[in-house]
């Protein structure tokens, strides 16, 4: 298995993960499940499971650069929008912070 498709393989499982932890804080009544209702509509907007599961699919047995970049681009636009929602919220959504950086890196290394 090459470094490329370990990192899309590493990307795909951070996305699920991000999309899970998401839906459990949006049903806790510990932060504002509506600002964290909204985070969970980006995520369905820019399609994030399709994107882990497709990045997952197409790079579990053999690297597929071009098909990948395009995920990895449609996906950094998605993540560009909920990272902006998150500083404007940040206030209620610091939470999440922590698992956009390591999502923002993940997508830094394949540039």
Do not use: C, P
Request: glycine share 4%; proline share 0%.
């Amino acid at each position: 298995m090459n470094h490329e498709m370990q990192k899309a393989l590493l990307l795909a499982a951070n996305i699920k993960d991000f999309s899970q932890f998401v839906q459990k804080q949006q049903n806790s009544s510990i932060f504002n499940s509506e600002k964290m209702y909204q985070v969970k509509l980006f995520i369905e907007e820019y399609k994030f499971k399709i994107i882990a599961d497709e990045l997952h699919r197409i790079n579990q047995f053999d690297w597929d650069g071009k098909y990948t970049y395009y995920l990895v681009e449609s996906f950094q636009k998605g993540i560009r929008t909920i990272d902006e929602y998150v500083q404007n919220n940040y206030g209620e959504l610091f939470i999440l912070t922590g698992r956009l950086y390591t999502l923002k890196n993940l997508i830094n290394s394949f540039e």
